[in-house]
Every structure is written in C-alpha cells, then in structure tokens.
C-alpha cells in the first residue's frame, strides 16, 4: 500500500480499496498507527476498539460498494457503539457495555465506515473538560464538549469522528481545532442511542478534516445529492456576531476582511440585519437549554449530586428555577423566529459568521464561550464551520455558514469556494 493512502480525501480513499490499490485492513492499521502516535499530546480517546481490523476485514471480504468503505472514525463518548460503555464523560455512569450501536453508528457502519474507538467529551457534554488539549498548543483548550472528536480530526489523527452540539459543542472545537465541522439540522436525523441535555436542543454533528470530506459523508448520510461544486453561488449574509461577546482581534480583522475576500471568489455579500432577534434567541437559548437539562439530570442529581461538576450543579439549579411559562414563551418566540429566518433567507441564502469568538484560549480549565452558536442552534439550523484561517501565532479560527433546514447545498457552496480563500489567505 502507499503508506499515504490513509491520509487522501475520503472518496480517493474508497476508490483505493475499490481498484485494489489498497485494502480497508490496511487503512484502518495505517490509521491506528496515527492515533497511537498523536494521542500521546492529544488525549483524545477514552477507549480504543479491539476488533478494528477484523471489521475493516469484513469490508474487504464482502466486495460490497459502500461509498465510506473502509473509512476510520471516532465516535464522542455520548454516542452508543457496540460492545463499549458509554460515559458520558462522567464518573457517575454506568460502565457496562451497551449491546447496541446508535442509530447514527449504525448507519455510518452500512456505509462501510470502521469504528476506530470512543473520543473524549465534556461531562454529560456541559462545561467540565476532559483531559484533551489542541492540537495546535497543547497548552490551549479544544473546546467541548466534542473535544477528543475535534481533536482527532483536527490533528489529521483520523478522517472522520461524531460529535453532537446542544449550545457550541461542536462548532467551537471544530473552530479551535482546525477541523471542518457539521452540525445538522435538529429533528432532522434520529438521535436514539445518544446521551442528550435538552431535547428541544440537541442535534448531531460529523467532523472532517476539508470541506469536500464532510459533503461526501453528508451526502452518504443522509442518501441526498450535494453537488461538489456550483456556478450560481448564493447570495451571503455577513454577520459579525451581534456584540453577543467581544471578538478577538484577530477574529474581529477576519471578519472585517470578508466582504473582500467573498468579492475576489464571486460571491456576493451583504451585511445581516437581524441582531435584536440573534440577541433574544441568544438569551432564549440559556432558558431553553437550563430548563431542560434539569429535567433531563434531575435522576442523576438525585443520586450522584456531589460527584458532578459544579458548572453542571449550577446548570441543574438555574433550570430548576426557570418557570413553564418562561420556557413556553421562548419555545414560541423560537418559532417564530423560526419563520422571520426562513423569510430573511429567501434572498440572502447563507449567513457567514464567527465560528467563535477568537483562538482557542489559553488553558485547559475551561472550553470556552458557546455564545455565538446558541442563536443558531436555538434556530435548528444547519451550520458548516469552515477551517483554513490562523491568528497571528498559527492558531485556527473557524467560520461558520448558516442556512436553512433542507437547503444544505447552499451552505456547502459557499463552503467548498470559502475554504480554499482562507487557506490561501493564512499562507499569504
């Protein structure tokens, strides 16, 4: 095999296994080899499988075309696999195996994918880190709570990993990672076999290491046709993050050197609109997810309060003080938020955004601030954090696009032409 056979795009991948170039026993090998070799800086994995290349084997043995044949990934500690435990990172669960995969693995397993082992979370995927550290300063938060999947993914370690998002949980690690990742649109996949905080929340996210591998995987998915590339480009919207927090300045400069940089590709922009609904579905968010996630933990505060982290504590008890009206009121004002965005993007196809406020901080006591991607995940809307851009000492700064549930091939046209411009801007 070409011992770089492992590191190609995705769909090169398994048209190697394909042409007998290479096989998925010998990927999924050459990728182990890379997470071994990385994990040491990293501490991305709670658990790596066993029986990898016996899996990988089957894929060779059936002769079946699968369009993620062979492909390795990693899968966050929230999300069920097979003969692992899920903890959630948490010393509180249960450590026993779980006998089944989530709906989501499953599905990643008939299109050929290899489960390489479980990634690191935050617990119960709130605030309280796990021990991995970035893979451009070790000495600098990934983010969470899809910290070990960003990781991962972002320290070229495997192709492809799980994550799941409730307020930042995958946009922010993918932003400070230098990973490209997705959030998809909530309620639109199922998420039976997922450890969650707020059902009105939650939503399921994958982790690439371009934008052309995280449409491929999509597009295997969720069974749609994403086109690789289109002429008419959507018409964005530029958001510079409705002083929901203060931008780095490095971040503040990305953004203000957009409207260039979109000209120079052919994209046509223009500024968002829209701050005082960002700010209310921003505040909104907090009460949705705080009031849920009490319901949600309220058995496992009952049982194992004084082992659980104190942000998590504090999360369950400002729940527990948010009132049913107060929750039904912002569910309302959601939806019909919900229809003004839908509305506002009938002309402009994709909002262009922050994917976080800045670099990773410095430190690995915290992950963080979600704040940017609350208003958008309140929303349940798809979003692509599209990497390629550096501060000033290399650190990745992520952007997001933003669209609309079911019109995700306007967010990947924006992204596969964004990309590209932001790496060649970084190497400037």
Not at 221 to 227: A, V
Not at 395 to 421: N, T
């Amino acid at each position: 095999m070409n011992s770089a056979v492992h590191t190609w795009p995705i769909e090169d991948q398994v048209a190697a296994i394909s042409n007998g170039t290479t096989t998925a026993e010998e990927l999924a090998g050459a990728v182990r080899n890379d997470i071994v070799r990385a994990e040491p800086a990293l501490a991305a994995w709670v658990e790596l499988a066993t029986d990898h290349l016996a899996e990988a084997r089957i894929r060779d043995e059936s002769g079946q075309s699968q369009p993620l044949r062979g492909i390795s990934m990693g899968v966050k500690d929230l999300i069920d696999v097979a003969h692992f435990p899920t903890r959630a990172g948490s010393a509180t669960t249960d450590d026993h195996a779980v006998d089944t995969d989530a709906a989501c693995v499953a599905r990643l397993r008939s299109l050929g994918a290899v489960v390489q082992g479980k990634t690191v979370t935050t617990e119960f995927g709130y605030f309280a880190p796990g021990p991995t550290r970035n893979p451009y300063g070790n000495g600098h938060t990934p983010g969470g709570s899809s910290s070990g999947s960003a990781a991962a993914v972002g320290a070229a370690a495997i192709p492809l990993a799980l994550g799941t998002q409730t307020a930042g949980s995958l946009t922010r690690p993918a932003s400070f990672c230098g990973a490209t990742g997705m959030v998809l649109a909530h309620g639109t996949t199922s998420l039976q076999g997922i450890t969650g905080l707020s059902e009105s929340l939650d939503s399921l996210g994958l982790l690439t290491r371009t934008v052309a591998d995280l449409r491929h995987v999509f597009a295997s998915f969720t069974g749609r046709t994403i086109p690789d590339s289109r002429r008419d480009l959507p018409r964005v919207c530029l958001w510079a993050g409705s002083d929901l927090g203060l931008l780095d300045p490095a971040m503040a400069r990305l953004i203000d050197a957009l409207p260039t940089l979109l000209a120079g590709i052919g994209i046509p922009a223009e500024p968002l609109h829209w701050d005082d609904n960002i700010r209310t579905l921003a505040d909104d968010h907090v009460t949705v997810m705080a009031y849920e996630a009490a319901r949600t933990l309220d058995t496992v505060m009952a049982q194992h309060s004084t082992a659980l982290s104190a942000p998590l504590r504090e999360l369950v008890d400002s729940g527990r003080s948010i009132s049913d009206l107060a929750q039904a009121n912002a569910l309302r004002r959601r939806s019909e938020l919900q229809g003004g965005f839908a509305d506002l993007l009938a002309d402009c196809s994709v909002v262009i955004g922050p994917g976080a406020l800045g670099p990773a901080p410095a430190g690995l006591a915290a992950t963080g601030s979600p704040v940017l991607s609350r208003p958008w995940q309140l929303l349940g809307a798809p979003v692509v954090v599209v990497p390629g851009a550096r501060d000033g000492s290399g650190m990745p700064l992520g952007l997001q696009v933003i669209g609309r549930p079911g019109h995700e091939d306007d967010v990947f046209a924006v992204a596969a032409v964004l990309e590209p411009a932001l790496r060649s801007m970084s190497a400037s």
